[in-house]
């Protein structure tokens, strides 16, 4: 059920990631909401970067997608969307304790500040979420985000990473 995306499938991937987004409507700052939320050229760019995208098949087609990425001494976890039809049904959850089995460091994960579902759905999973000086910090060493994207965004880290830390920030 789990599997990573296949290179045919970048379309694909992108209708999920722009159809899950749907849930950012009215909740994220406009000014931060493009349409569509994730262009071809963005998408593009993430994936030479080195963004690995693993999906969630069911019933003969992807539902969901969610993204790994090494950067450094940390792994990151990037554009985690489900589509909205299948929300809350546990894939997100399975993608990421899969996508943690994979990771090679300590996970950091940014999201929306206004994004509370997201943030509930990590701290479930026993992430926690930073400081907003960790914040300030981690984000421009580890991410390439735009800056009003950074300002209004929020990072958890996985225990790991917070063991490793303690001393920061
Ligand atoms: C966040 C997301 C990836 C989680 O995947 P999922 O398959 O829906 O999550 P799971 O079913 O594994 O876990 C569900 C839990 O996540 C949280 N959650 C997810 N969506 C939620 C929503 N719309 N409202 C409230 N809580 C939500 C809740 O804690 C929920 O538990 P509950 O259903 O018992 O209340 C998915 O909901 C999604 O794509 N959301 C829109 C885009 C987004 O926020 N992406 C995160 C970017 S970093």
């Known amino acids: 059920m789990i599997r990573p995306c296949a290179a045919h499938e970048f379309e694909t991937i992108r209708t999920i990631i722009n159809d899950g987004a ?54 990151l976890i990037r554009h985690a969307y489900i589509r909205m039809s299948a929300q809350r049904r546990g894939i997100g959850g399975t993608l990421l304790s899969h996508l943690r089995g994979l990771a090679k460091n300590p996970l950091l994960i940014g999201t929306w500040a206004s994004a509370k579902w997201a943030i509930e759905f990590y701290e479930k999973h026993g992430f926690e979420l930073l400081s907003l000086p960790q914040k300030d910090y981690l984000l421009p060493k ?28």
């Open 22 to 75: 749907r849930a950012y409507r009215g909740i994220v700052p406009a000014d931060c909401l493009k349409d569509p939320y994730m262009a071809k050229s963005e998408l593009e760019g993430e994936l030479n970067d080195g963004v690995l995208f693993w999906g969630y098949e069911g019933s003969g087609e992807l539902v969901g997608v969610m993204g790994i990425q090494e950067a450094n001494d940390v792994t």
């Open 142 to 169: 580890y991410w390439k985000i735009p800056q009003r994207q950074a300002e209004t965004s929020v990072v958890l880290a996985s225990p790991e990473w917070l063991r490793t830390n303690s001393c920061c920030g």
